[in-house]
């Protein structure tokens, strides 16, 4: 049985029940054969009880009701209530006429829209009641026939009122109940709706208070912890797990605080000294590691119940947890294999520039020119090979996070003044005339990775002879005290860079568009570990250059007088003295 | 005894470069002993004592940080000047190597065999090490 079908039920039977007592008192009391009046007192107090409880009911469940409804029980209890009267008084004017009203207050209370035909239902029974006692043969004889017209006319007022405020009042709560389920019925969709997007997430989301006492957590993040919802609403994340900050490979550096940490702070965490940067989800109960990126919102509105005020003031956040921990794999991975590559084609590699050089120095006379040439060429390969190779590894350490400088104090002209001395063969070989003047100022030791800032410098200066087809290249070297920086410079007259070339120089294989076609045979890569080893050193790299004229380079390091970066390279344990 | 020709033992698993290595070196003069492996590596060190030891990293049976603990744990062998034939891409090898005793070490991929003959020939004309070769 539906509960539909039992409500009805139920109703039924409280009106039969009520018309019953109704009934009884009536005949108790308006009987023209009075009972004992103690018995008369007490059903009394029954009928009032019972219609007070009767108004209340209508007055509150009636709304519920249907129109229809409430039409058809009306007319059936007045009616039956009339009839009652009537028959038993043998007159609707009796003394206890006014309980009439009783049933019109009631019917009235149970009206809908069409109160004022029940109304006119009303006194059409009434008027029917009054035929049968006056003109038909069997009625059951009157006392006082003459109803006054004036108590008719206020009965009719009495009723109208009461009907019309009723109405107007089950009205307001009929349409007020079915706003509230419609407003409930949305709620619980929209509430349903965003659960599902929540629930249906792959990333985890979590809400917290700033005590760290999660709101909400999805159904993923609770995958993830291997225990339900419900077990992590309301505890205290500590409990649940940690937040740890990692290095490139994965260490963890420190714990982080998810209730204080800022948006700032998660993404300015990627560094040239340590590598990119993420954060490691430890789980305390099953012992689970993930790599997760975090995303980090302040709540606007509070979760908590919105009727204690003191909640309204105690902001949370929100945070998604995004599970990285493949892709990091796949990422390494592809670092290893570019790393394990280059490894082991080194070997060969090594082999064939050996015999390749042990051929030119034994076979040189004994091979026609052109052999000799042969044998130059792929001499040159197997260079331009090593070079590439180690530019990979080192892009791959770079991206590792693990290429790391050995600082030390370095007598800055000295070792440029051997860089220059190594590379001027090459230079004169091409026809171009290569400056170099020491600088007559005193210039401070700097705190570089002699090796590597020698590596950038090589590259530069390689590349200015490499596209250089005359003319000359000039090197200088600039104290700058304010800052306590070496400015070194090197400026070609070269066919200069094309303006849009200019900003993506420093970016990993990318190529001059046309100088490929020239035949030179750049790795693309050059630049752009320059510039990742001269902000290691946290110095700055830069180009200037006009198309056609020619193209300076520049790049600063700092001098043992910065302290400040003295101390950091001391931190990283990269400055050995 | 100036002129006695000084013997080198060449550690290097890879057959090509060990015979490049091995021409050039006899070509400036040096008598060089090979071991294909770390095993014979010391092996042959304990057995002959050799003026300088050129060991490989990556070799099968033992390492080269392997051998390298074994010639400087013995008193033997420790006086032996060890230089390691590396790799880029193991300065943390080779830092460690230099913990143990290692006297420098030569870049195969950056050097020709005639470079590495010449850091040799300075090495025992000046009886130092090249201060590039110490840079790790």
Not at chain 1, 246 to 270: F, Q, R
Not at chain 1, 490 to 519: C, M, W, Y
Not at chain 1, 561 to 567: D, E, P, Y
């Amino acid at each position: 049985m539906n509960i539909e079908l039992m409500t009805r039920y139920r109703k039924n039977i409280e009106i039969s029940v009520w018309m019953l007592i109704i009934g009884i008192g009536l005949f108790v009391n308006l009987s023209p054969q009075p009972v004992v009046q103690q018995s008369q007192t007490i059903l009394n107090i029954v009928i009032l009880t019972v219609t007070a409880y009767t108004i209340v009911y209508y007055r509150f469940v009636a709304p519920r009701w249907s129109t229809a409804e409430l039409i058809l029980s009306s007319i059936l209890v007045y009616t039956v209530f009339v009839f009652l009267v009537a028959h038993f008084t043998g007159s609707l004017q009796s003394v206890l006429f006014s309980l009439v009203f009783v049933p019109i207050l009631i019917t009235a209370l149970m009206l809908g829209v069409q109160a004022l035909l029940i109304v006119v239902a009303g006194e059409v029974i009434w008027l029917v009641t009054e035929f049968y006692f006056y003109f038909l043969p069997f009625h059951p004889g009157i006392s006082d026939p003459h109803i006054l017209l004036w108590e008719k006319l206020i009965a009719i007022l009495l009723v109208s009122f009461v009907a019309y405020d009723n109405s107007r009042e089950i009205f307001t709560r009929q349409s007020e109940h079915e706003l509230l389920e419609q407003e409930k019925e949305t709620i619980r969709l929209l509430q349903e709706r965003e659960d599902a997007i929540l629930q249906s997430m792959d990333d985890m989301v979590l809400s917290l208070d700033t005590n760290k006492n999660i709101l909400i957590a999805n159904d993923s993040f609770a995958k993830t912890l291997d225990i339900s919802q419900n077990e992590i609403i309301g505890k205290n994340y500590d409990s649940l797990f940690t937040i740890k900050k990692t290095n490139s490979v994965g260490d963890a550096i420190e714990t982080i605080d998810l209730t204080t940490i800022t948006t700032k702070e998660v993404e300015d965490n990627d560094s040239k000294e340590t590598g990119p940067t993420n954060f490691r989800l430890q789980t305390l109960n099953n012992d689970k590691q993930l790599f997760v990126t975090l995303a980090i919102s302040n709540l606007t509105v509070d979760l908590k119940d919105k009727e204690t005020p003191n909640d309204m003031v105690a902001p949370g956040r929100v945070i998604v947890l995004r599970d990285i921990t493949e892709e990091l794999q796949l990422e390494r991975m592809k670092i290893d294999f570019v790393s394990m590559a280059a490894h082991e084609l080194r070997t060969p590699i090594t082999a064939i520039r050996g015999y390749l050089s042990a051929l030119k120095e034994e076979a040189t006379t004994s091979l026609t020119p052109e052999h000799n040439k042969f044998l130059d060429r792929a001499d040159i390969a197997a260079n331009q090979l090593t070079t590439l190779m180690e530019n990979l590894l080192s892009v791959s350490r770079i991206e590792k996070g693990a290429f790391n400088l050995d600082v030390r104090k370095t007598d800055w002209v000295h070792l440029i003044g051997q860089r220059v001395e190594e590379l001027a063969n090459r230079a004169i070989e091409r026809g171009l005339q290569l400056n170099w003047e020491p600088p007559k100022e005193n210039i401070p030791e700097v705190l570089v990775d002699p090796l590597r800032v020698s590596e950038v410098f090589n590259n530069i200066l390689s590349n200015a002879i490499n596209y250089t087809q005359k003319g000359s290249i000039t090197i200088s070297v600039k104290y700058e005290p304010a800052e306590e920086i070496v400015v070194t410079s090197i400026s070609d007259t070269g066919p200069g860079i094309p303006r849009e070339a200019l900003n993506h120089l420093f970016e990993k294989f990318f190529r001059v568009s046309g100088v490929l076609e020239q035949g030179s045979k750049g790795t693309g890569l050059g630049l752009y570990i320059s510039k990742e080893i001269i902000e290691l050193h946290k110095g700055k790299i830069w180009v200037e250059s006009t198309f056609g004229e020619g193209t300076t380079f520049s790049f600063s390091v700092s001098t043992i007088h910065n302290l400040k970066l003295r101390k950091q390279f001391e931190q990283e344990n990269a400055f050995r003295v | 005894m100036e002129n006695m020709p000084k013997r080198i033992l060449l550690v290097e698993d890879d057959l090509f470069i060990r015979d490049l290595y091995v021409r050039t070196l006899e070509q400036n003069g040096y008598i060089v002993e090979i071991a294909i492996d770390g095993e014979e590596g010391v092996n042959k060190a304990l057995a002959n004592t050799p003026d300088i030891m050129l060991l490989d990293i990556m070799m099968p049976k033992k390492n080269g940080i392997e051998v390298l603990k074994e010639i400087k744990g013995n008193d033997k062998t420790k006086g032996i000047p060890v230089f390691l034939l590396t790799n880029l891409g193991q300065e943390g090898i080779i830092k460690e190597a230099f913990n143990i005793g290692a006297s420098g070490y030569l870049l195969k991929a950056r050097m020709l065999p005639r470079d590495v003959a010449a850091h040799i020939n300075s090495y025992f004309e000046t009886g130092k090490v090249p201060s590039e070769l110490m840079q790790a």
